[in-house]
């Protein structure tokens, strides 16, 4: 392994080199020390079960090993292993009692962050640092929390992390090893031994598996068109690819670019960002449980959807791959390196991480190049327990540039920015290294392809409500889907004799109508605009009120491209059995079971088309009109008023076309709130408009809404009108 | 191999690490830091103690292992 800290593990050049290569065998020493315990204890279980054979020499047998166990001035409180082992060794650590093994470690972990101090002068000058360091390594709790507070006091949480950066792990494994939480002792031992990723949070002791097994998901990627002005490096090298990365951004994409060697053979580069800021958990798996899984798991929904994607490009068996990845996109890339069916389809011939904990990653295949660039005050690579003060050659066939930025702090450091910045001004020897390696990908871009990831893969837009068989009549996609609208539905008290007049000219009727005299005081209804004495009625209710509904509707993203309406109609019972009371329950059946409806008397549309086709479609004739503005012939102005959520309202439309009544329905999908109050007002401008004529003659200029129903983000699906005999 | 003998093991295991502690600290040399030797001594000795503790362990556990005499 190299470092770029000036100072090679394997040949201890180098202070610093030294103290690395003493604390890596005092790990050493400490691990047999457990491991002479743990026969100990092993022993001991095997004595007792001797008791009855030979009481007396096992009783001798047993307290001689019980007294190697727990002498202090020998192993220690040291019972271990086993079922025996696992609930001692936690009462023991929360006693407080430590094993010669834990101390001999404690006293590695020192040494390793002495060996950082050599290197990292400012560690050990630092009067606070020092102070910590020297609490932690004393195992004095409050001392230790006296310090820590100092340093957030004096610098802040950030710069405190910063400056603490280069020895981090070795801290919290000190600490973690020292102090009475059982719960965090594994993580510390696996940190302080290099035998495996920290397993939990060196405070807390939360699993690290557990928080990571919330990330779940197939992983599933889709293809996408770049932003408007986003642009990709038309040349391959290390500084491009990463330069790419940047351009991407946190956004939960990943771009994979063909690249055709100096030998005439096109490849491809995977390039991965870093966790996409933001909710803990998105659709995305660059989110921060994302991260977690991506590190902690050998594959993680980051990963799956990567290979997703590569599965996309339609690359022949053994075509070869080089991934780059920055921060959680070095920890998914490297579980595609270790993923032997990723491996065995594809040559991963390449793989660069940039600031990514992946000590503990295994490649399936022992040809992959591996690079790993870290700075040594960037917390995140540190994640796994192993950081600039490990002391383990963990591999030593990776090109591992660990390096030290003087602007270091924290999480400036860690962003692909910087690090863009210090291989290209700061690290030239590095990035020429990795260029060299990175020949076969050093030439002319010939596609990229942009994805984006999804922890699982998403739902057609719609769906199910959208998703539907479609014909086409008329020029139109039928039924009219409509993925972005909004809508306001204003429902009014209109004249009865005009309306049974027009119901009648439709083969249609009778109105539902407001206000019948002989109910009596039952069901009483007091909106404002009716004054008192409003009643729900019946179809014979003589002299009662008709209700006119207004439907105003924008339909930004239909399949009948982007059109406003407004439908208007006069609520009718069911043309077949018209019932008295039974009405009121019908208008809230489902659109498809529904008899009682709306009677299309008229309408404006925006669209041409829709009003070409509506007489033949839905029986009714809406006039082509901008509808852009305020401004028209019937216009509501003023506040809806405080509203109740309801559901959303589905339409069943009642149209007539040369002696035939057709039925539609409008089905919507949204939040829709009802305003039982309305303040505003139905403005019907005295043009002559069709329209206008109609609702005045019906009495509605000026008039306020019984009631409005308001949705502003819907969706909605309109089917054709069906004809139905109804005489 | 019985448990006497995987113990005995063990303690010559411990010894050997009380070898490696002082060579550990003597390769250091003036890079070893001044806390170092402080730490190395104690666990050298606790090395040393917890050997005893195990090889007087082993020879109970030896003993254990034999035929019983008469009265256990």
């Keep these: ?727 | 191999m019985s448990s006497a003998d995987r113990l005995e093991e063990q303690a010559r295991a411990l010894a050997a690490c009380t070898a490696r502690l002082r060579r550990i600290l003597a390769d250091l040399g003036e890079a070893a830091p001044p806390w170092l030797s402080a730490s190395i001594d104690a666990h050298l000795t606790a090395c040393a103690v917890a050997a005893h503790d195990l090889t007087r362990a082993a020879h109970h556990l030896r003993a254990l292992d034999e035929p019983p005499l008469s009265g256990g």
Excluded at chain 1, 58 to 71: D, I
Excluded at chain 1, 254 to 260: D, E, K, P
Excluded at chain 1, 696 to 711: E, K, V
């Design chain 1, 1 to 727: 392994m190299t470092r770029s800290d000036g100072s090679d593990l394997e040949t201890g050049e180098g202070e610093a080199g030294s103290l690395r290569g003493a604390a890596r065998e005092l790990a050493e020493v400490g691990v047999a020390i457990h491991e002479a315990a743990a026969e100990a204890t092993r022993a001991l279980a095997s004595a007792t079960r001797g008791t009855a054979r030979a009481p007396v020499r096992s009783w001798r047998a047993q307290r001689a090993l019980l007294r190697a166990l727990t002498n202090r001035r020998g192993l220690g409180f040291a019972i271990t292993g086993g079922g025996l082992g696992a609930v001692t060794a936690r009462l023991g650590g929360l006693l407080g009692g430590e094993s010669l093994a834990v101390l001999v470690l404690a006293t590695s972990l020192r040494l390793r962050i002495t060996a950082v101090a050599r290197l990292h002068p400012e560690l050990a000058d630092d009067p606070l640092l020092r102070r910590l360091i020297d609490a932690v390594a004393a195992d004095r709790d409050l001392a230790s929390l006296r310090a820590m507070r100092a340093l957030v006091k004096d610098r802040g949480a950030v710069r405190a992390l910063s400056d603490l950066a280069p020895v981090f792990g070795e801290v919290l494994a000190l600490k973690a090893l020292l102090d009475e939480n059982p719960l965090n002792d594994r993580a510390a031992w696996l940190i302080a031994t290099g035998q495996g990723y920290a397993t939990a949070d060196p405070i807390t002791g939360l699993s690290n598996r557990l928080v990571a097994a919330l990330d779940r998901g197939r992983g599933a990627a889709r293809r996408t068109a770049p932003k408007v002005g986003e642009r990709f490096q038309e040349h391959g090298s290390l500084l491009a690819f990463l330069t790419n990365i940047a351009t991407i951004g946190t956004t939960g994409r990943v771009l994979i670019q063909a690249v055709t060697g100096p030998d005439g053979v096109t490849r491809h580069v995977v390039q991965a960002p870093g966790m996409r800021l933001g909710r803990v958990d998105n659709d995305s798996p660059q989110d921060l449980l994302g991260a977690f899984s991506s590190s902690v798991l050998a594959s993680s929904p980051y990963s799956r959807a990567v290979a997703k994607a590569v599965h996309d490009l339609g690359l022949p068996e053994g075509a070869e791959l080089a991934l780059i990845g920055h921060s959680t996109g070095g920890s998914a890339i490297m579980n595609l390196v270790q993923d032997p069916a990723f491996c065995a389809r594809y040559r991963v011939t390449h793989a660069v991480a940039v600031g990514s904990p992946i000590d503990f990653k295994r490649p399936a295949d022992p040809r992959t190049w591996i690079a790993s660039v870290t700075n040594q005050h960037d917390i995140i690579p540190t994640l796994d327990g192993q950081g600039s003060g490990t002391c383990f050659e963990l591999h030593p066939d990776w090109y591992v540039v660990d390096y030290r930025d003087p602007s270091h702090l924290f999480p400036i450091c860690h962003s692909i920015g910087r690090y863009l910045a210090n291989l290209t001004d700061d690290l030239p020897e590095a990035r020429a290294r990795i260029d060299a390696a990175l020949t076969l990908y050093r030439g002319p871009v010939t596609e990229s392809r942009l994805y984006r990831l999804y922890d699982d893969p998403p739902a057609p837009p719609g769906h199910p409500f959208l998703t539907v068989p479609t014909y086409r009549r008329h020029g139109l996609d039928l039924p009219i889907t409509c993925s972005g609208g909004s809508s306001v539905t204003a429902y009014f008290a209109a004249e009865p004799a005009v309306a049974a007049e027009l119901l009648a000219t439709r083969g249609l009727g009778p109105a539902v109508r407001l206000g019948w005299r002989g109910l009596g005081p039952a069901v009483r209804l007091s909106w404002r605009g009716l004054g008192s004495g409003v009643r729900l009625g019946s179809p014979a209710s003589a002299g009662a009120r008709a209700v006119v509904s207004l439907c105003f509707t924008d339909h930004h993203d239909s399949s009948a491209g982007p059109y406003r309406e407004l439908i208007a109609g006069l609520l009718v019972h069911d043309p077949w059995r018209p019932r008295r009371w039974g009405v009121w329950f019908d208008l809230l059946r489902p659109p498809g079971r529904r008899r009682s409806g709306t009677c299309l008397l008229g309408g404006l549309t925006s669209s041409p088309e829709l009003a070409a086709a509506a007489p033949d479609l839905w029986g009714y004739e809406p006039h082509a009109f901008p509808l852009r503005t305020e401004t028209g012939p019937v216009v509501l102005r003023g506040p809806l008023g405080p509203g109740l959520p309801v559901p959303a309202p589905d339409h069943v439309l009642y149209g007539y076309r040369h002696g035939t009544v057709l039925r539609s329905t409008i089905q919507v999908r949204g939040r829709t709130r009802l305003h039982p109050a309305p303040g505003a007002r139905l403005a019907v401008a005295a043009t002559g408009h069709p329209l206008a004529r109609l609702l005045t003659d019906l009495g509605l200029h000026g008039a306020r809404p019984l009631l409005c129903l308001s949705t502003p983000a819907h969706q909605t699906l309109r089917s054709a009108g069906a004809p139905v005999p109804i005489t």
